[in-house]
């Protein structure tokens, strides 16, 4: 999932400062997960800004609002009406999120409340960290499953670099070491010759941005929709 | 063009010294032309450092060229960290016709170590590709194919770790290793020993690829050094009685030159040549070699 993170709170109340009433719109999906655009989160978010409010003397309408998906356009079309009445909209999503209620909103400002991190898993309750870059070009096959694009610090694809010390990554002691990680999980599989083969150069083709895809199912409805 | 002087010592079986010498942050060049002055004719080549740390400096490329001037032949030391494919062939094309003739593939520290932690990483290559490129330069084709006007006849090296310090981290550097002398690397230079018994090993482990060898050393100049070191620094480890010899010293320096040229001795029948990093000491290197039997 993709994973977030909330912007300090100082952060937000400088970028909201010139609004009168503000709604604070989240996610239900993957920041929900992540514990940091959800249902909850807003709630949090809006009842901390009522109190800075309050505390600065400060007259600011704060309203609350949670959709299932900001980054889907039909979740968004059911609140345009409520979200037209505040001056602005505080967006929980993850940047993708934003950017498309900011679209369908338009021309309503729409301002972020996360920073969006990494796609990444749960690590155990409340830490979460990245396995994918979205590189386009997946060969986790080749690598017993672990990701040296995104897990190596420095996406090597030929083994470790000379950085990497009692099994942890020249970036910090506290990371392991992308490829201490991929040599005893192939060893585990009787697979070590496999990091012993020369890895074509990377293919940075497929990370042209932005990136599109459409589906076979797009393509045909659109061509239909064309010849009538 | 001429060959690689370097190429032709290893050659001839003769037994190798480089040093290595770190561009100045800013254009001031004349201690690079003093350590220059000091070590030529007495080393076979110097190392020139490519924004060593990711600390922002005067290019490796243009030092390189002033070496040759100074009567010095440089290895032009290239890490994958700040330059993407294009640059970094390109950069090997100007590397020719500067006359630089050696080139040292490396992937290169995070530039978080350094003093520009808001720099984009790089590594759109890896030292393992960089080497297949310059094989590919070598042969007169940019690494897509496409054929050069002026081909390049630069002498390809690499690092190892002899030092690693797990099963996992040492089957791995003897596997990089392969790599790169599949991708053409003609000779390697170590990261820092300071147990002849673990350089042993490693030579053992190693012999079979027939390519030369040049094992690094550092002086130490404290023991506060060695400690950071072992702390800091992946695959080296000052053993505790290099560390008291070094505290007990009442000169530090002429202790770490000892210590140095000593240890230089022990290892100098294991393989093909020495690579010492002075870190500082660049115009102790003649006074390291008299110990070691070198002059």
């Known amino acids: ?228 | 063009m001429a060959n690689s002087k370097l190429k032709e010592a290893l050659d001839s079986g003769k037994f190798v010294v480089t040093a290595e010498a770190g561009p100045l942050k800013g254009t001031s060049v004349t201690e690079l032309e003093e350590i220059a002055h000091t070590l030529k004719g007495k080393v076979n080549a110097l190392n020139v450092t490519d924004q060593q740390s990711s600390v922002m400096r005067l290019g490796s490329l243009a030092v390189c060229h002033l070496l040759i001037d100074w009567g010095i032949e440089p290895i032009f030391q290239m890490t994958c960290r700040d330059r993407n494919r294009i640059a970094l062939q390109s950069d090997l094309l100007s590397a020719e016709v500067l006359g630089i003739k050696n080139c040292l593939a490396l992937t290169g520290d995070l530039p978080s170590l350094g003093d520009h932690v808001q720099a984009r990483p790089v590594y759109d290559l890896d030292s393992v590709s960089l080497l297949g490129v310059i094989k590919r330069l070598n042969e007169g084709f940019d690494m897509m194919g496409n054929e050069l006007k002026g081909k390049t006849t630069l002498f390809p090296g690499a690092v190892v770790s002899p030092g690693a310090d797990t099963e996992a981290a040492f089957e791995m550097q003897i596997m990089k290793m392969e790599k790169k002398i599949q991708n053409g690397a003609q000779f390697f230079q170590t990261q820092a020993v300071f147990e002849p018994a673990v350089f042993e090993k490693f030579m053992k482990r190693v012999a079979q690829f027939k390519v030369p060898v040049l094992v690094g050393v550092i002086p130490l100049k404290s023991a506060g050094m060695a400690r950071f070191m072992n702390k800091n620094v992946a695959g080296v480890s000052v053993p505790d009685p290099l560390i008291e010899q070094i505290t007990k010293a009442k000169d530090k320096t002429a202790a770490g030159i000892e210590i140095c040229g000593n240890l230089i001795k022990e290892l100098k029948g294991m393989c093909q040549g020495v690579h010492i990093m002075a870190i500082g000491w660049e115009k102790k290197v003649p006074d390291i070699m008299a110990v070691a039997g070198l002059s």
Not at chain 1, 35 to 47: F, Q, R
Not at chain 1, 87 to 108: K, N, R
Request: with cysteine; glycine share 10%.
């Open chain 1, 1 to 228: 999932m993709i994973v977030a993170e909330r912007k300090k709170l100082e952060q937000i109340t400088e970028s909201i400062k010139d609004f009168k009433s503000l709604l604070v719109l989240g996610c239900g999906t993957c920041v929900s997960v992540c514990m940091a655009g959800g249902e909850k989160e807003v709630a949090l978010l809006a009842s901390e800004l009522r109190m800075k409010n309050k505390l600065d003397g400060k007259d600011v309408n704060i309203g609350e609002a949670t959709i299932e998906r900001q980054c889907d356009k039909e979740f968004i079309q059911p609140i345009i009406e409520k979200a037209k009445s505040y001056d602005a909209v505080l967006s929980m999503a993850c940047g993708a999120g934003v950017q498309l209620a900011a679209e369908v909103l338009e021309p309503q400002r729409v301002l972020p409340a996360l920073n969006t991190r990494f796609i990444g898993v749960a690590l155990g309750e409340g830490a979460w960290t990245e396995k994918c870059r979205a590189c386009g070009n997946c060969i986790l096959g080749e690598y017993g499953g672990i990701c040296p694009m995104t897990v190596c610090a420095k996406s090597l694809v030929n083994g470790p670099c000379g950085g990497s010390k009692n099994g942890k990554c020249e970036a910090s002691q506290e990371k392991d070491c992308c490829w201490v990680l991929i040599y005893n999980r192939l060893k585990k599989q009787d697979r070590l010759d496999a990091m012993k083969r020369v890895s074509p150069y990377k293919d940075y083709g497929a990370q042209q941005h932005p990136g599109k895809v459409v589906s076979e199912f797009n393509q045909k409805a659109t061509a239909e929709a064309k010849h009538g």
